[in-house]
């Protein structure tokens, strides 16, 4: 058997795994797009992305301090404003958020409150179903297929009076998986006169497949969709709380009225320069891609099972048990992500900069070959 260090001297056979010199960033592309810098503990653990804010955004939170003394509703609502232009909806479909937790978890509160029913599938993410229940809604789990993903025809089948809302995340955090486009839609049309659909989009630009379609066409006619946004993946602005909320005027202006966090105007003005810095936003999707080469080359090498994912994140059959697997992983300076029951034998990995992605291939390395 190929030793560790045979293998890591001679890469060539799994892609150039292990970082090739030129992939190293420049000095003006570390200044332009600010790579966090490389920890002891490497946290790959929340699908952060490792880059930014850019120099664009962090000129334009510098300059917001000058109004900082403000209350953020006048600067809220120009970006409404922008945010409505750019989906085509009018400015009272828009809610700005701490983040799109809060959309999720306000949306949860509005409709399902007091015994209402959320139908959602296991494994998602959990901040709406986990807050809901706090406010007495009840939670309807649908296992997710063989594929790892959604099983909208299980979904439907267990619509009831009951049931106020369905969440869905797409991709789907933590597998990854991205439902058909015209399946959604037509689940999406076709479900929303019995019930309100939320379609929670925290990963969609990472989508790759051609022309997908966000649910904010179903917004535009009329539908009981709710469309949640966040600057914190694809813009780097996790640290900052800022995300938004797409809806019909109706629905809007139900969920308004349990808006507690809002954001603030350092958030505000970055996610407006954020929206025009297209030059961060495509080296952020390129340096993602990369990472997930990576990622997948590691994988296919060690002969585990990984779902191809459509995120900053990869969903893998670690064939251990996570709550072990986590343990040896910190050990090896790599925080990996939380167990998702019922797949305690599988992990979320996020990407990271490709010197993070190089310290969990080699941790890897030695828990599986060591």
Known sequence: MQSRRDWLRSSIGLGGLLMAPSSLLSAQERAAYRPRPLENIVRLSSNENPYGPSKVVQEAISTAFDHACRYPYQYSDALAEKLAKKHGVGPESIIITGGSTEGLKIAGLTFAHNGGEIIAGQPTFLAMMDYAKQWGASIQWVPVGADKGYDLDAIENRISSQTKMIF??????????????????????????KTIVFSDEAYYDFIEEENYPSMDTLVRDGQN????????????????RIGYLIAKPELAAQIRKNVVAMSNVLA????????QDDAFYSFSLAKN?????????LLDHLKL???????????FHAQKDIRSLGPQMLEKGVRIGRPFPPFYDWCR????????VNRFVAGMLEVYQG
């Open 305 to 315: 099972d990984y779902v191809p994912s459509s995120t900053n994140f990869v969903f």
């Open 268 to 275: 505000i003005a970055a996610a407006d320069a954020a929206l």
């Open 168 to 193: 869905l995340c797409n991709p789907n955090n933590p597998t990854g998986t991205l439902l058909p486009a015209q399946k959604l839609k037509d689940f999406c049309q076709s479900v929303s006169q």
């Open 225 to 240: 969709v709710i469309v949640s946004k966040t600057f914190s993946k694809v813009y780097g602005l996790a640290g900052l």
């Open 349 to 356: 990995i996020s990407t990271g900069t490709l010197e993070e």
């Open 289 to 297: 891609r990369e990472a997930k080469s990576k990622i997948y080359a």
